[in-house]
């Protein structure tokens, strides 16, 4: 077997972001400082989500100091609503140049933000828009973790209460900086680790550190084929870590943390909803005791095939019932405002390159 995918263990030299220290290295900047300043400054910026320059209780020119050593790394390009407000999404420019993506996203019994782990993605699925624009870097604790700050300042006051780290890139080639992020979250921001879900294409490495890891937090895998013929040409990693092998690691992941693992199919017409399609992906499924979220397609421009009519993505779950799999529709927000993943990014490129160094 090839060497592993797992990536982001370094990257070219970055500016100090705001929300990229630990709490010992915040410690470290305020050293000539009383004790009690990192505590202000750590609960400000991360349980309170505040401005630096809105800390109250710290004074005034050590605030102006923190803002100009610690900037914000995201600097707001487009913001797009839709769904009457329910679904908001932002394209944010980093520092570089390039750019990523936030959806925030408001539900009955919930609110979620789904999280940019990279700037682009080198998995190269072709009917993903973030996939077919390619991989610019890898995002730092700070850029992931500020973008949970931003969207929960945007949505109060209503809680955010779920993360998905389901935006652009591959998390578990990023996966030191992910799992910092994840950890930053459950522990200062108070989101539940049980809310909090990974997807991954299938990095079999990336699948077995987290099985390891204290957090119970959930696992999903972008399947899309159950059968490595098809898998792989809809996702190409699939020619290195094929399903015997994905089944073999999530199985782990669920003996360890004694979680339900979640399959994503995004549902394309003539391509991963026929009748041999149901027939593969519940014995897959019901092997692992895994729950199917069944996703039409958002329609991309580089991906011309459309997603599956929404009657016969009805008619696919329950197909699948019937054999005794366990599956939902997951409702599709904000096809207006290009909402899938990659497509605001794609867009402005056309018009607007990154920098490169």
Same mark, same amino acid.
């Given at each position: 077997m090839s060497s592993p995918v797992i990536l982001g263990r370094s990257h070219r030299e970055a500016p100090t972001l705001r929300y990229d220290p630990t709490r010992a290295e915040l410690a470290q900047l305020l050293a000539d400082e009383p004790s009690y300043r990192v505590d202000q400054v750590w609960a400000g910026i991360h349980k309170h989500g505040a401005e630096i320059e809105d800390l109250s209780n710290v004074p005034k020119a050590l605030r102006a100091r923190l803002a100009e050593e610690l900037p914000l790394g995201l600097t707001p390009e487009h913001e797009s609503v839709s769904d009457d407000g329910e679904t908001v999404k932002w394209l944010w420019r980093l520092h570089d140049g390039h750019h990523i993506e936030t959806v925030l996203m408001h539900y009955d019994d919930r609110t979620t933000v789904c999280v940019s782990s990279q700037a682009g993605c080198a998995m190269a699925c072709g009917f993903c828009a973030t996939g077919q624009s390619g991989f610019d870097r890898h995002l730092s604790v700070g850029e992931i973790v500020e973008q949970v700050v931003r969207a929960r300042r945007q949505s109060a006051p209503r809680r955010v209460s779920n993360i998905v780290f389901m935006g652009m890139g591959e998390p578990?080639?990023?996966?030191?900086?992910?799992?910092?992020?994840? %950890? $930053? !979250?459950?522990? =200062?921001?108070?989101?539940? &680790?049980?809310?909090?879900?990974?997807?991954?294409?299938?990095?079999?490495?990336?699948? %077995?550190?987290? &099985?390891? %890891?204290?957090?119970?937090?959930?696992? &999903?895998?972008? !399947?899309?084929? +159950?059968?490595? +013929? =098809?898998? =792989?040409?809809?996702?190409?990693?699939?020619? $290195?870590?094929?399903?015997? =092998?994905?089944?073999? +690691?999530?199985?782990?992941?669920? &003996?360890?943390?004694? $979680?339900?693992?979640?399959?994503?199919w995004a549902l394309i017409d003539g391509v991963n909803d026929r009748p041999s399609d149901v027939d593969e992906l519940a014995n897959y499924a019901r092997s692992l005791r895994a729950h199917i979220n069944l996703i039409p397609l958002n329609p991309t421009p580089g991906y011309l095939t459309q997603g599956t009519p929404l009657d016969r993505v009805y008619a696919f779950r329950a197909a699948l019932e019937e054999r005794g799999a366990n599956a939902t529709v997951r409702r599709t927000r904000g096809t207006e405002i290009d909402a899938a993943c990659g497509q605001l990014r794609a867009s402005r490129r056309l018009v607007d390159p990154p920098r490169r160094r």
């Open positions: 578990f080639a990023n996966y030191d900086r992910t799992w910092s992020a994840v %950890e $930053r !979250l459950n522990h =200062d921001l108070g989101i539940g &680790a049980r809310h909090i879900t990974i997807s991954t294409v299938g990095v079999i490495p990336g699948i %077995e550190r987290l &099985a390891d %890891e204290s957090l119970p937090v959930n696992l &999903a895998v972008s !399947l899309h084929s +159950a059968n490595d +013929a =098809d898998r =792989d040409a809809l996702v190409p990693l699939n020619k $290195r870590y094929p399903l015997t =092998d994905l089944a073999q +690691a999530c199985a782990r992941y669920i &003996a360890a943390k004694n $979680r339900r693992l979640s399959f994503e």
